[in-house]
């Protein structure tokens, strides 16, 4: 073989070991962006999910505790004086924390 040949063997066996390589890069690659992708994925799932808990599920109910719990502490006998219904439905909220 010349030098010339020589050379452009070399190069073309740097080539594809690169390649080759490379290949197999690119694939390890795709595949942990497919799970750092599903990772994120679950995660975000995860936020919206006690997202809406905390500011959507959570209120309401506490909401619905409370209106039953001043309604019952309002309650003299078989009579409910509505004008304090109001002060404990308030005073329930601020101890939930809404």
């Given at each position: 073989?010349?030098?010339?040949e020589l050379e452009k063997y070399k190069i073309i066996k740097e080539i594809r070991e690169t390649?080759?390589?490379?290949?197999?890069?690119?694939?390890?690659?795709?595949?942990?962006?497919?799970?750092?992708?599903?990772?994120?994925?679950?995660?975000?799932?995860?936020?919206?999910?006690?997202?809406?808990?905390?500011?959507?599920?959570?209120?309401?109910?506490?909401?619905?505790?409370?209106?039953?719990?001043?309604?019952?502490?309002?309650?003299?006998?078989?009579?409910?004086?509505?004008?304090?219904?109001?002060?404990?439905?308030?005073?329930?909220?601020?101890?939930?924390?809404?």
């Amino acid at each position: 073989m010349t030098k010339e040949e020589l050379e452009k063997y070399k190069i073309i066996k740097e080539i594809r070991e690169t390649c080759e390589g490379g290949n197999h890069n690119v694939y390890y690659v795709l595949e942990n962006e497919k799970r750092r992708f599903i990772i994120y994925f679950i995660l975000g799932i995860f936020i919206l999910v006690g997202l809406f808990y905390w500011y959507s599920y959570r209120p309401s109910q506490i909401k619905k505790e409370c209106a039953t719990q001043a309604i019952e502490r309002s309650r003299y006998g078989n009579n409910i004086k509505y004008e304090f219904v109001d002060i404990n439905y308030n005073q329930c909220i601020r101890e939930k924390g809404l």
